[in-house]
């Protein structure tokens, strides 16, 4: 965020509005634009901040107040007091125009204080949210306002696509865009592919745009809802996927399998491993996502049998102090 503060006298190329583009490129490569200060805009002309007393380009000096930028810190906590900042959380998540931030015990009584400051600090807010964690069946975040807007229904922008739902209703990740642009990266086009845990379909998305062929699955009849409006405003073809409103473990595969199983559920996603193993084609990649220690006691290779290998595993971000949600590729072997 910047603000815009009028300081002493300096000195500006006034140019008309159709040379404004050409006069700042001039300036740019001749080392004579002040890049500290602002252009100053009127009616059809642009004055453009110099750092010399006159140029060869074709306009007029003048010599006015200049506008600085002077830039803040967009760390909300610089605008909390000192019994506060320590305490608050560094990282929260954003879903376009909604921050969802948890927040300790001890500072449920400054929650006003700090919502005002996420809204200070970041403009493209309008809706602060208390995330008391994820819970059911649906893996719905308990959400309760705590500042701005009264809305739970945003867009979230992302690599490209733009994913629309309501967050009180369904559960998204935005600290999942790394990887899904990861997995994005690894399909090859016409791939036929699981997404057993699909929400608002996001990783359906991103591989519908690399060609795939999805089969997406979600027990929450809100996540479905949402996907489809996903789908049609990303531009998916209707034909390029199927989205059923189902448990993974209740869906009738009958003989089909797959190239590429996304199993996106790591809070109880080992008990749907044994499954998953018996979809996925030869050659093919389960990416599995798992809650591990961050000790790495947990290993793989004692869910699988020699027919698969681990052939990736990398640490997607941190769960808590002691844990890390981590990703495993997990490769069916041809032989």
Same mark, same amino acid.
């Given at each position: ?36 200060? $602002? ?9 453009? @901040? ?141 791939? #036929? ?34 996907? $489809? +409006? ?35 559920? @790591? ?45 990736? +595993? ?13 990703? #495993? ?7």
């Amino acid at each position: 965020m910047q603000n815009l503060i009028k300081i002493h006298l300096i000195n500006h190329l006034k140019v008309t509005n159709d040379r404004a583009e050409e006069a700042k490129e001039f300036l740019k490569d001749k080392g004579y634009l002040n890049s500290n200060y $602002l252009p100053i805009k009127g009616d059809n002309f642009v004055l453009w @901040p110099l750092i010399v007393e006159s140029v060869p380009f074709e306009g007029k000096i003048i010599r006015c107040d200049g506008i600085k930028y002077v830039k803040q810190s967009r760390d909300y906590r610089s605008k909390l007091n000192d019994e506060i900042r320590d305490l608050a959380p560094r990282s929260f998540d954003i879903f376009g125009e909604i921050a969802i931030i948890k927040l300790v015990d001890d500072l449920r009584n400054y929650e006003k204080e700090i919502a005002e400051a996420l809204l200070l600090s970041h403009t493209n807010v309008r809706t602060v949210c208390l995330d008391s964690g994820v819970h059911g069946e649906f893996r719905l975040r308990d959400l309760r306002l705590i500042g701005g807007e009264n809305n739970f229904v945003s867009i979230h922008k992302e690599n490209g696509m733009e994913f629309e739902a309501d967050i009180s209703k369904v559960y998204f990740s935005p600290r999942l865009a790394t990887e899904r642009e990861r997995i994005s990266s690894l399909v090859q086009h016409g791939e #036929f592919v699981l997404d057993a845990f699909a929400g608002v379909a996001p990783f359906s998305i991103s591989l519908a745009k690399k060609g795939c062929k999805l089969l997406s699955l979600d027990s929450n009849p809100e996540a479905k809802k949402w996907a $489809l +409006k996903n789908f049609s405003n990303n531009g998916i073809s209707k034909n390029q996927y199927n989205f059923y409103n189902s448990k993974f473990e209740d869906f009738d595969f009958k003989s089909k399998k797959f190239d590429r199983i996304i199993m996106n559920n @790591p809070t109880n996603c080992l008990h749907y491993l044994e499954k998953a193993l018996n979809l996925v084609a030869k050659n093919g990649t389960i990416h599995f996502y798992n809650i591990c220690p961050k000790d790495e006691t947990f290993s793989i290779t004692n869910h699988i049998n020699s027919d698969y290998e681990c052939i990736g +595993k990398n640490i997607v971000h941190a769960y808590s102090p002691s844990s890390s949600l981590f990703a #495993f590729d997990i490769r069916r072997n041809s032989i």
